[in-house]
């Protein structure tokens, strides 16, 4: 496991201010369209958590206080486990995990981490650590956010993609490793495949209800400053992964996207930290490759290993980002993977 020295205590506020298939080869994904016109696909809730009021709301790490809305509005819905695939598995032949294969069709395996070293929470971690360790480790008194990608979803790569039944075994086999008796607060886009990968972590945890809510930044373009001229780069890049890449590792297309360092410390800042740090204990946000990745490249200063113009390494599914504050207002990077791999 790559580590380096521990990240100090990050000055919080200092800016002013997708995605993906269900085949394991990148090759075969396109990163989500960044496009603002989205159909809102939430589901319809039996029941809404009265939204809290705006509020004056010291974030940790800052040094002073700042205003912070936190109308967020949650919705309390039974745990979808409905499915609409026949799905089955059988134990791998060689290793351990299971082959999965859903209206006769094989579709892929979920194989268990084969990582056993453990989670030292002393260390700050530049590469993917299993997000069950992450979790099982939190601190009395400290708060979580951990954003993720959504779980392995259909061929579709724009808001029609839903997720495949490898992606909903998937999810809830990462679910059913996050055990613990506060019950996390959801967060996804308002593309459906997300949510689903909220319902299906939370069945895995063997919930009962959800409450969740759809939060218009996780919906995959934060980076993208003009959708028109992102566009036209699309269309020459030699592939999308190495728009992206080259965006968030060497600082091009500059005149599509917004400067890395200043937007995803605003994402952390004014999303990660001042609506779900400063609403729950736990939170879990289901997002886009499109997001997640540039945000895990300023999280470990560029020392996460998705350089897909080198390597074509590329963010794996329900991946990602874990945000913690602790007690003393010191936060804490680490990236996650809830698979046995990070990358693809």
Not at 49 to 61: F, L, M
Not at 146 to 159: C, F, K, L, N
Not at 171 to 198: D, F, N, W
Not at 227 to 233: G, H, M, P, R
Request: aromatic fraction near 8%.
């Amino acid at each position: 496991m790559k580590k380096i020295l521990s990240i100090a205590s990050l000055s919080l506020l200092f800016f002013a201010c997708s995605d993906d298939s269900s085949s394991t080869s990148p090759t075969n994904e396109v990163p989500e369209s960044s496009s603002a016109a989205i159909e809102n696909t939430d589901t319809p809730s039996s029941e809404t958590v009265a939204p809290e009021s705006s509020a004056d709301v010291s974030v940790p790490g800052s040094s002073s206080s700042i205003a912070i809305n936190l109308n967020i509005d949650y919705k309390v819905d039974p745990v979808s486990s409905a499915s609409a695939y026949s799905c089955t598995t059988t134990p791998l032949t060689f290793g351990s995990g299971v082959d999965v294969t859903c209206d006769e069709a094989y579709l892929g395996s979920i194989m268990e981490n084969p990582d056993t070293a453990p989670y030292d929470p002393n260390q700050t971690y530049i590469d993917f650590i299993g997000l069950e360790k992450v979790y099982a480790a939190l601190q009395p008194g400290d708060k979580m956010a951990i954003v993720i990608r959504h779980a392995a979803r259909t061929s579709s790569t724009d808001q029609g993609g839903i997720l495949t039944g490898l992606g909903e075994l998937q999810a809830i086999s990462v679910g059913s490793k996050l055990m613990g008796e506060t019950e996390p607060y959801y967060y996804h886009s308002e593309i459906l495949r997300t949510e689903q990968t909220c319902h299906k972590i939370a069945q895995g945890r063997g919930q009962t209800e959800i409450k969740h809510a759809t939060l218009t930044e996780l919906n995959g373009g934060w980076f993208v400053k003009d959708q028109e001229t992102y566009a036209i780069l699309e269309e020459e890049a030699i592939t999308v992964y190495d728009l992206i890449a080259d965006y968030a590792y060497n600082g091009k297309y500059l005149e599509a996207h917004y400067e890395l360092a200043a937007r995803a410390q605003q994402l952390i800042d004014e999303v990660i930290i001042g609506k779900m740090i400063a609403s729950n204990p736990i939170s879990i946000a289901v997002s886009h490759d499109q997001l997640v990745m540039p945000l895990l490249v300023h999280a470990t200063q560029g020392q996460i290993d998705l350089r897909y113009f080198e390597n074509q390494n590329w963010l794996n599914f329900l991946a990602g980002l874990a945000v913690i504050v602790s007690q003393d207002g010191s936060v804490k990077y680490i990236p996650v993977k809830g698979l046995d791999r990070g990358v693809l």
